[in-house]
């Protein structure tokens, strides 16, 4: 069958290779990588999100960027220390914390600082029962 290419622009079987098409770069196989697929690390989270209300921690407290205060969709357990940076603390309730996708980018992207999300989850290791650490 003939289609064009998204590659090179041009007519030609569907099968063929024109060369064009950018070659899958084959994923870095890390620590941090083999970690995010884990048993461990998926009990770890379910934890932080119970800890956490099921709410991003941020627009709870109305910090910039807050669509509204009990945001509740598209969350993610969030490393304050990255993995890549200290392994030792990938399963650290005082560096877990539950934000939204707005939040979550806003926090990798050194936006907000480390200690505020610090002071956060370790209040929230406090009121929920847990030890810091």
């Known amino acids: 069958m003939l289609k064009a290419c998204p590659y090179c622009g041009r007519i030609h079987d569907s099968r063929y290779d024109c060369g064009k098409k950018p070659k899958a770069r084959p994923k870095a196989d890390t620590a941090a990588q083999r970690f995010r697929g884990s048993g461990a690390w998926k009990t770890k989270r379910e934890q932080i999100r119970k800890r956490d ?65 610090k002071e956060i989850a370790e209040s929230n290791n406090l009121s929920s029962g847990n030890a810091p650490g």
């Open 53 to 117: 209300k099921g709410l991003c921690q941020l627009c709870l407290r109305g910090y910039a960027g807050t669509q509204r205060q009990y945001e509740y969709d598209d969350l993610s357990v969030h490393h304050i220390v990255p993995i890549e940076e200290d392994y030792s603390r990938r399963l650290d309730d005082s560096n877990l914390i539950l934000l939204c996708a707005y939040h979550h980018e806003v926090a990798e992207a050194g936006r907000v600082g480390r200690n505020l999300l």
